[in-house]
């Protein structure tokens, strides 16, 4: 069943993977992949139980939730404000690395 957002149709999830370095990939309908990189989550209290290997590769999912199994049950919807914040989360390497180039860059002006 095909679900809209904003009045645009979102593709469903496929096939989910867990990667190493707590990264997921995702297979959409659309014949996109997406890649989302956990490991800066798994500090946070709430996604801490999915510091456990076994967990983390325990992920299924129903086409449009991330399910781990944990007790309760764990889930991520990558579809809504939560999975694109993980998507749109920039390393804090690659944010330092941005801006030490940035400020090297205004330093040759």
Not at 5 to 24: A, F
Not at 83 to 101: D, K
């Amino acid at each position: 069943m095909a679900r809209r957002y904003k009045g645009k149709k979102i593709p469903e999830i496929v096939r989910v993977t867990p990667l190493p370095d707590y990264r997921l990939k995702l297979e959409l309908t659309s014949g996109s992949l997406l890649i989302l990189n956990m490991a800066e989550q798994l500090n946070q209290v709430r996604y801490a139980p999915l510091k456990d290997v076994d967990i983390f590769g325990s992920v299924t999912t129903d086409g449009w939730t991330l399910t781990f199994d944990t007790y309760p049950k764990f889930s991520i919807n990558p579809h809504e404000f939560e999975g694109v914040e993980l998507v749109l989360r920039v390393p804090y390497q690659t944010r330092a690395r941005i801006e030490r180039e940035q400020r090297a860059k205004e330093n040759t002006v």
